[in-house]
């Protein structure tokens, strides 16, 4: 039996349903963005994605990649350089969740 139908909550939205797990590792109005920002090269720094996702502030930008780290779908990698320099990157994990992404963009063109 589904894990959505065997929970407490025997709906699509219960706690333990897969689509409610994918909601909370990717749900906001952030977090996509910055998947797909991060989607676009190997690896960004923290201005770099400040500039690509527009409107996003420092807190919400710092919470969120640390919520996305914490989810297994970005890699944070900080150099022993003086000044520190820090990039983030996907998992290959978030890299699979990508084409699900602009699926859901082709359809906001076509139906929003």
């Not at 894990?3 to 709906?11: G, H, I, K, R, V």
């Not at 963005?33 to 989607?39: D, E, F, M, P």
Request: proline share 4%; glycine share 8%; hydrophobic share 40%.
């Amino acid at each position: 039996m589904s894990p959505c139908l065997s929970s407490a909550d025997p709906s699509v939205t219960g706690s333990g349903c897969a689509l409610r797990r994918v909601l909370d590792a990717v749900g906001g109005k952030w977090k996509i963005l910055l998947i797909v920002a991060l989607s676009q090269t190997d690896e960004l720094r923290y201005g770099e994605l400040r500039k690509l996702v527009y409107g996003i502030t420092n807190t919400m930008l710092a919470s969120s990649l640390k919520e996305l780290e914490a989810d297994g779908l970005v890699m944070r990698t900080q150099y022993a350089e003086m000044p520190v320099r820090v990039e983030y990157s996907l998992t290959d994990r978030a890299r699979t969740l990508v084409p699900i992404l602009m699926e859901l963009k082709d359809w906001g063109e076509k139906n929003l």
